[in-house]
DNA sequence: TTCAATACGTTATAGCATAACATCGCCGCA
DNA sequence: TGCGGCGATGTTATGCTATAACGTATTGAA
């Protein structure tokens, strides 16, 4: 769960409190997550929590997974050079690998080319077990 | 937006109603939409709602937009036969487009593999605008 | 008939997200 | 220096999404 602890200086408090969270959690958390571990920080209210992570969002630092409501910091420096990236969640410990495959991304393409659709923003969220947990249940 | 309404005749009353609201919708419904629409057919509780989509879903008539937390009915009779399906949905008219892509499963596969994940369920979502709703924004 | 499995109905509650409004601090500029 | 815009913040209230917990009803075998 390599986190990235070279973060801009240029965030403020909030955001910064919100990603220190993210980034020393082993796995997702849901907004309300957040606030709790933040509470001794002087956080109050989810609206705090929530428009840190809008601004980490759009710039790209932290990831939102439609599947779980919950957020993860970036786990790849360069994310937002590539497209479309997708999210392996291991239902076992949590675990959430990020990549990107340009495989996909261009096979993506080609339909929405052949279909006239306008892409704007791709969610790929992968549940299973990862490496560990399956050897684990065996 | 073809909805397909040879719907299997062993629905209960509570599912059969709500594969009905999902079928006459043009796009997807969040299950309190659902709720609303069915009132006068005497449902009063979420739960009501909620217990009937998680039969339609694990049959496959029925699919759940993550992004959106919200629900579609199926629109390709064959797709529980396909593996990995993903959907675009457009944002200017709700409506969504489900497909199914053997590459993009494939990749995918090749990837889990290599990690040693084991995928369960995957959700692919598409946001963006529909080739009738781009043509409009011109 | 008896039992188990499944569906149903209802109330209450938990979890996720945003509206609305006031305030503050910073920075560029008259 | 003082004004004014803008983005971040703080706070309260509210809305939307989903499930817990309980009891009843129906069905369909053994
Ligand atoms: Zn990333
Ligand atoms: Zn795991
Ligand atoms: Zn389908
Ligand atoms: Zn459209």
Redesign the interface.
């Known amino acids: 769960m390599a986190h990235s602890h070279d973060v801009p200086a240029d965030l403020t408090r909030n955001q910064g409190l919100v990603m220190g969270a993210l980034n020393h959690s082993v796995g997702p958390l849901s907004a309300y997550d957040i606030l709790d571990k933040l509470r001794a920080d002087g956080l109050r209210a989810p609206l705090q929590v929530y428009r840190a992570l809008d601004k980490l969002v759009e710039r790209g630092l932290a990831h939102r997974l439609?599947?779980l409501n919950a957020f993860v910091a970036c786990a790849d420096e360069h994310c937002h050079r590539k497209g479309l990236i997708?999210f392996?969640i291991?239902?076992g410990c949590g675990k959430v690998?990020e990549?990107a495959?340009a495989?996909?991304e261009e096979?993506?393409g080609d339909?929405?080319q052949a279909?006239?659709?306008?892409?704007?923003?791709?969610?790929?969220?992968?549940?299973?077990?990862?490496?560990v947990c399956?050897a684990q249940a065996a």
Chains 1, 2 share one sequence.
């Open positions: 439609e599947s997708a392996a291991c239902e690998d990549f495959d495989v996909i096979r993506l339909w929405a279909k006239g659709f306008k892409v704007e923003r791709t969610t790929m969220e992968i549940r299973g077990k990862c490496e399956v």
